[in-house]
């Protein structure tokens, strides 16, 4: 989820302008609550800070007086799925924070109102997966059949599972928890999170995973399959995990498999405040080293949550929000502005495992 960190502790400031920012998991501001849905960054710190000087606005209808995260878009790029609390989501009880999953598409170049993935839609034009959980993380699947999600259980931070629907014959079935789909590697647990996958391929998968007394904040995994069965999953490793939340978004891997693009809050010298997004490679032995901050071009003293590439690999997307607040909203730059991005070329929308034609 999907996602900003907040720090495990209960409290929190109150707000009128708050517009809930999370990303990824989401933050719990329930003060009976020790602790806050991974993705949130706490709301001690610095006042208001300005956005990447060299970012976009994506504008209305995508963004709203609401909070606006997570953008991923269909392979052709005329269709984009976000996540949003506008007016419309449904009701999260025990919260005042409600995150749904929004789908939008691009008409003659403009972006058109985001439509609802509730229980009104029409199957043929999309799935009915919000609930009153927390629907977070969303991406359609290269040939745009399926889409995978996180859901969590407002005020639950470890509750996070990741969930898949698909659509047959034309028409959006119900959503499922992977580990009830053979074709997807069995890794969500009662105690844990697992999110946000990126898909490399039928046999290399990895996530965002947070468990009591095996990660740290949240670290980076993957899981392969050998021999047509998934294994069980690993940590990348000391190097690019951090004390502090570390995940990843869905494209933000290179298509040679030796660049990863990285949210972390990681507390380090070349830090800027809050979520920054950071860039690590492998070595010469595979293995993946302590991120570089992709500078002050994109990352600011608030929170860079999330981005990813826009389908041609040219624009870099994802939400900002200001320290101390989480008013989100989702920006574009372009990949040319971001120094340490001009080289990667990003891997597409992740591919349809659950497609028959695959093996």
Request: net charge negative; glycine share 8%.
């Amino acid at each position: 989820m999907v996602y900003f960190y907040l720090e495990r502790r209960n409290r929190m400031k109150d707000s009128s302008v708050m517009k809930f920012c999370s990303m990824l998991p989401v933050l719990i501001l329930a003060s009976n609550l020790s602790y806050a849905m991974q993705g949130m960054h706490g709301t001690e710190g610095s006042g208001v800070t300005e956005p990447p000087a060299a970012s976009k606005s994506m504008g209305a209808p995508i963004n709203s007086p609401g909070s606006e995260m997570e953008i991923t878009y269909s392979a052709d790029g005329k269709t984009a799925i976000f996540v949003s609390t506008r007016e419309g989501s449904i009701e999260s009880p025990g919260t005042p924070y409600n995150f749904d999953i929004w789908m939008a598409h691009n008409v003659d170049g403009v972006w058109q109102e985001p439509v609802h993935l509730g229980p009104d839609i029409d199957p043929t034009v999309g799935p009915n997966i919000n609930t009153a959980a927390w629907d977070l993380e969303p991406s359609f699947s290269d040939d745009g059949n399926v889409i995978y999600f996180t859901r969590y259980e407002p005020g639950n931070l470890l509750s996070g599972d990741l969930y898949v629907v698909q659509k047959v014959n034309g028409v959006w079935q119900s959503a499922r928890n992977w580990n009830d789909v053979p074709e997807l590697p069995s890794i969500n647990t009662p105690t844990g999170e697992e999110h946000c996958p990126i898909i490399v391929s039928d046999s290399l998968i990895y996530f965002n995973y947070s468990q009591p007394g095996v990660t740290q904040e949240s670290d980076i995994w993957k899981v392969e399959k050998k021999d047509g069965v998934w294994q069980k999953p690993v940590s990348l490793g000391g190097k690019i995990n951090s004390p502090q939340r570390d995940h990843m978004h869905w494209t933000g891997v290179s298509k040679d498999g030796k660049s990863m693009v990285v949210t972390s809050t990681r507390i380090d010298p070349d830090s800027r405040g809050g979520h920054d997004m950071w860039i690590s490679h492998q070595d010469a032995n595979g293995e993946w080293q302590k991120p570089i901050n992709l500078g002050d071009v994109i990352n600011t003293p608030g929170e860079e949550m999330c981005w990813t590439f826009t389908p041609d690999g040219k624009k870099f997307t994802g939400s900002w929000g200001p320290q101390s607040t989480f008013d989100s909203d989702i920006r574009w730059i372009s990949k040319e502005n971001i120094p340490l991005l001009k080289k990667f070329e990003p891997i597409g929308p992740p591919p349809n495992l659950l497609a028959k034609a695959r093996k």
